[in-house]
């Protein structure tokens, strides 16, 4: 019997074992693996390998009270394994929920046993809310009447969720064990919709699915997902593998998010999974976004994805007016320039909120000598430790390397050490300084000092810190919301009428060729959050500061232009044949020393020739990357690309041997990310 297992000791395919009972496949049971006793999975496909394991021990004990993993999740989790060039057993087992792989078959059935009944009926209808928008209804039935996948490319606020929603409610009564999975990028940045889904379908029909439950929690929500008893699960991308019986719809909500990509173990893309796994499972596949990824786009453009559009907001809401402000006829170190201060001030006047963001959290990015060349370098990692001033402290933002802040330059004794840049605490600090003129209007209409909040991941560390911020700024107790690009995103905010990027220009220089497509989808984000409340749209604005107001970039989002922005862009990607024209791999490796991680990827590229698919492949030379050391190990990575998929799949399927063959002193650890997002 094949049994899908954690890697052990190089062996990554799944194992053979005996037993006496004929389990099927897909069954849970606990097995010996070296001296450890170990969760794996029955698994039958003929066309995983399997390792010859010497002397066949017995399985020890199968998981009963739990159904065996059905087929379609089987194939999915083969399909990542060789897709993402892993072991099925790695893939297979990361899947599952922490606790299941840890309790014992005895202790998990006493678990099952405590659980609460499940024959009760549901306690609510999937019942429906405001009455759709004429778009919203033609989304609707065509996801409905068409095939998909669907990109559903919806302005921001205008009513996507909304879509969502009716989408799930009718797939869930196209039978009556129907399931819908809806994947989100960051669940605890958006607990609003969360409640939303709760609101709309009860309690217990919605589980959440996501790295911030408890142990407990994970296992509870994916025995109800598994069991069929829960009928939608709510996620963050490892949320794709949920085991769900009778899935008909999934959902990706902001499907251009990164966030989407693991960056670890298996690097899968939960985006590109779910649209697979909707055609295993024959379930509809919904992708959203007002700024769809360039791959999905281009997608829709062939028709290989059905595109919905949804270009007005809701309620008549207009989208705000884009205003470029040019730093360099500003005076020299100009934070914010003034004709944009005045228009925050009008807005508190006002009683209505802007929003600030600058994506770089603490006070400033380096601390730096007056007299001699000292800053505040990371002594592990080839980055600048961020000086924080709320605690008095350098932290590197890379390896979590954290110390008090020097009272005298190390080196020479100065004590004059001074912040360069800044950070969103900067920004707080300034802002209240240049305010401090301006009242704003409590609610009894009565002048009253101005309120400034910072959200970022400082900010928000401790438990339900988050949602209380949230709770504030959706109450109107902020005049001014300042923080990093976690406020851009999602949010609906009421109140929002101006909306201003502060210093968004490194991105259009970066050699990453997918920084302008980011700049552009978190501009367009950001945006998305002024003028959702329709009385106030007329008068709501965004602002740039930028020292390039000429770029192309900005031209686009004055016009709120996300199709010419994607069109200009994947006309440069066609002629320089890059994704999604082209297909990536990268080898990462790490090492002691840079030589090593060097010698490692120069001896894999020199063991491709002859290698299936080689012809059609090809091999950049390794380079060390953006970040090149982190906790003092040295990282270098090797660009593999091909024009066709197949050739690339069948390329690395062949190399992966190669590699695991390869024996250079120093190396801790290589890994192969397909499709790689940031090269
Ligand atoms: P998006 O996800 O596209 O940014 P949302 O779904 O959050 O937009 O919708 C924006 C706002 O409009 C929400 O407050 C939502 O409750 C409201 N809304 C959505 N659809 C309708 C509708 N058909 N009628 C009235 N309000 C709606
Ligand atoms: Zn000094
Ligand atoms: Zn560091």
Not at 426 to 448: F, I, N, Y
Request: aromatic fraction near 6%.
């Amino acid at each position: 019997m094949v049994v899908a297992t954690p890697a052990h000791r190089g062996l990554i395919g799944p194992l053979s074992y005996r037993s006496e009972l004929a389990l099927s496949p897909g069954a849970l049971v606990r097995v010996p693996l070296g001296r450890r006793e170990v969760l794996g999975i029955v698994w039958d496909d003929p066309e995983d390998s399997i390792e010859p394991h010497p002397g066949e021990r017995p399985v020890s004990a199968q998981l009963t009270g739990v159904a065996p993993l059905g087929v379609a999740w089987r194939r999915l989790v083969s399909f990542a394994a060789s897709y993402y060039q892993r072991g099925l057993g790695e893939v297979a087992l990361a899947a599952l929920p922490p606790q299941l792989r840890d309790l014992s078959a005895e202790q998990l059935a006493r678990r099952l046993r405590r659980r609460p009944g499940h024959d009760a009926p549901p306690t609510t209808s999937l019942g429906c809310a405001p009455p759709l928008t004429e778009q919203q209804q033609q989304a609707l039935d065509r996801i409905e009447q068409e095939p998909g996948p669907f990109l559903l490319f919806g302005a921001t606020g205008s009513g996507k969720t909304e879509v969502y929603l009716h989408a799930v409610s009718r797939a869930l009564q196209s039978d009556p064990t129907a399931q819908a999975l809806v994947m989100v990028p960051e669940i605890n940045l958006t607990p609003q919709l969360l409640a939303r889904f709760t609101e709309r379908f009860g309690l217990d029909q919605v589980v959440a699915m996501h790295s911030g439950l408890t142990p407990a929690q994970r296992l509870r929500g994916w025995l109800a997902a598994h069991a069929g008893e829960a009928r939608i699960v709510l996620g963050t991308r490892m949320a794709v593998f949920a085991s769900m019986p009778s899935l008909r719809l999934i959902v990706v909500d902001e499907e251009h998010d990164p966030s989407y990509k693991q960056q670890e173990g298996a690097r899968y893309s939960a985006r590109d999974l779910a649209v697979l796994r909707g055609r295993l499972e024959g379930a509809r596949v919904l992708l959203g976004s007002a700024t769809p990824s360039l791959e999905s786009w281009q997608a829709s453009e062939s028709g290989r994805y059905r595109r919905l559009e949804m270009p007005a907001r809701i309620g008549a809401g207009s989208l705000p007016e884009v205003r470029l402000v040019d730093m360099n006829l500003q005076p020299r170190q100009t934070l914010l320039s003034s004709a944009l201060l005045e228009a925050i001030g009008e807005r508190i006047q006002r009683g209505e909120q802007s929003l600030i963001f600058l994506n770089r959290r603490g006070y400033a990015p380096v601390l730096a000598c007056t007299a001699c060349e000292w800053k505040s370098s990371c002594p592990r990692c080839s980055a600048f430790r961020v000086f924080h001033k709320l605690d008095r402290s350098l932290r590197c933002h890379h390896c979590g390397h954290a110390e008090r802040v020097p009272r005298a330059c190390p080196d020479c004794g100065n004590v004059d050490i001074a912040p360069m840049g800044r950070g969103t605490e900067r920004l707080e600090e300034h802002l209240s300084e240049l305010l401090q003129g301006v009242q704003g209007v409590g609610s009894d209409g009565q002048p009253r000092p101005v309120r400034i909040a910072r959200m970022d991941a400082d900010s928000t560390r401790g438990k339900g810190a988050l949602e209380a911020q949230l709770e504030q700024v959706h109450a109107g107790e902020v005049d001014v919301l300042v923080g990093t690009q976690m406020i851009t995103k999602g949010h609906d905010f009421r109140r929002i009428t101006l909306v201003a990027a502060v210093n968004p220009d490194s991105a259009l220089f970066s050699s990453d060729f997918r920084a302008p497509e980011r700049l552009f989808a978190l501009l367009m984000q950001a945006a998305g959050r002024a003028g959702r409340n329709a009385a106030q749209a007329a008068s709501s604005q965004m602002w740039v500061q930028t020292f390039n107001p000429r770029h192309p970039l900005f031209a686009a989002l004055r016009r709120h232009d996300y199709p010419g922005f994607a069109h200009g862009q994947l006309e440069e990607r066609r002629v320089a044949s890059m994704p999604p024209f082209a297909f990536q791999a990268l080898l990462r490796a790490e090492a002691k020393t840079q030589q090593a991680a060097l010698a490692f990827l120069q001896a894999a590229r020199e063991a491709t020739a002859g290698l299936p698919g080689a012809e059609y492949v090809t091999l950049y030379s390794p380079v060390p990357m953006a970040v090149q050391r982190v906790a003092d190990i040295e990282r270098v990575q090797l660009l593999v690309e091909s024009d066709a998929r197949p050739a690339l799949q069948r390329f690395l399927a062949a190399w992966q041997p190669v590699l695991h063959a390869l024996r250079e002193p120093g190396m801790v650890r290589w890994a192969v990310d397909v499709d790689p997002l940031a090269v």
